[in-house]
């Protein structure tokens, strides 16, 4: 099971011709795969391009004579790209960050336009909403299962989970709690409201006006959900 999607940096020099055979070719052989101009405009003085495969997955990838390059993909990880290191969106150039971010939630806005008019959840949720395995399953508990709640519209479990994110309480800890909610191609509502659970007690906690600190990690193994200051 593919985890949620991180960027891969290569320190590596990369030209047109580099990408096309390294890249888009494998891919070809083995999904069909198409490379496509970037809806956003690429990072200051980088290359980026798409690579739009048959099956659905998608790669971004920016390229830099003197920095290298970064590729975020739901798809197989071309061979060349193996012994990259992975980044967090957070952990990458800001520039590279937020030009694939945007990438990401313009084709959200056209496949799930109902889920980026809350803009904090989409946001926040991206790396599991465009996860190899799970971004099909995660689209169908906010659009289905009204985000965990067994009695609420669609729209009302958005909008509460979208007051309790644009506060912005949880932005330094959102890879770890959006991961939470799984990468699985298999829909496990228990696991899935367990984890919204989390986030009803962080609004209980902003509610309340009180300080606290998520992922407390323990000399045991385990973390705590919060410690309340």
Known sequence: MAGPIRLRHSEESWDDERVDRQLRRP????????????QHAAPPAYTGCRLEMDNGDLALFAYHDDTGAYWL?????????????KKRFEKAPYPVSRWAQRELLSDLET??????????????????LFSK???ETTRAFFNNHAAGFPDASRD????FYQRLLSTGVLDDHRYTMASKLGTSQQNDLV???AT????????LLVEADQTFTPEIELDSGYALDYRVH
Do not use: I
């Open 111 to 128: 496949a799930a336009p109902w889920l980026t008019a809350y803009d904090h959840v989409a946001w926040f949720f991206l790396p599991v």
């Open 73 to 85: 993909g739901n798809t197989e990880t071309p061979k060349s790209l193996w012994r990259t290191n």
């Open 133 to 135: 395995d799970g971004r």
């Open 156 to 159: 009302d479990g958005l909008a």
């Open 191 to 193: 696991r899935m409201r």
């Open 27 to 38: 891919l070809a052989n083995t999904f069909g795969a198409t490379r496509c101009d970037p």
């Open 196 to 203: 919204m659970a989390e986030f009803n007690a962080a609004q």
